[in-house]
Nanobody, 122 residues
Framework: EVQLVESGGGLVQAGGSLRLSCAASGFTFDDYAIAWFRQAPGKEREGVSCISSSDGSTNYADSVKGRFTVSRDNAKNTAYLQMNGLKPEDTATYYC???????????????WGQGTQVTVHS
């Protein structure tokens, strides 16, 4: 059974930090890029960051650049999102997803976690 399980969310004060984890099982983790998405109430889901399966290259949304860092540990089948300098606008449910490159610059995400809530209060 394929599973992605996020953890590490919580309530934090503005300026604080959290580290989210995404534990994978049931598929070959090394073969998949991992992305983090978030969705706030009443808003569309947005991509936050992703890390490739091949060379570990990363990308970030402009809103989190310089504050968030994505990483992965293939030996542990786990990806991470280190979030520093959190702002109230970062409040959302955060999801990890596993996907593959299907065309130049485009990924399709096949597996999704259930999400973990991050709440940042001022």
């Amino acid at each position: 059974e394929v599973q992605l399980v996020e953890s590490g969310g919580g309530l934090v004060q503005a300026g604080g930090s959290l580290r989210l984890s995404c534990a994978a099982s049931g598929f070959t983790f090394d073969d998949y890029a991992i992305a983090w998405f978030r969705q706030a109430p009443g808003k569309e889901r947005e991509g936050v960051s992703c890390i490739s399966s091949s060379d570990g290259s990363t990308n970030y949304a402009d809103s989190v650049k310089g504050r968030f860092t994505v990483s992965r540990d293939n030996a542990k089948n786990t990806a991470y999102l280190q979030m520093n300098g959190l702002k109230p606008e970062d409040t959302a449910t955060y999801y990890c997803a596993a996907g593959r490159l299907v065309a130049f610059g485009r990924y399709e995400y096949y597996y999704w976690g259930q999400g973990t809530q991050v709440t940042v209060h001022s």
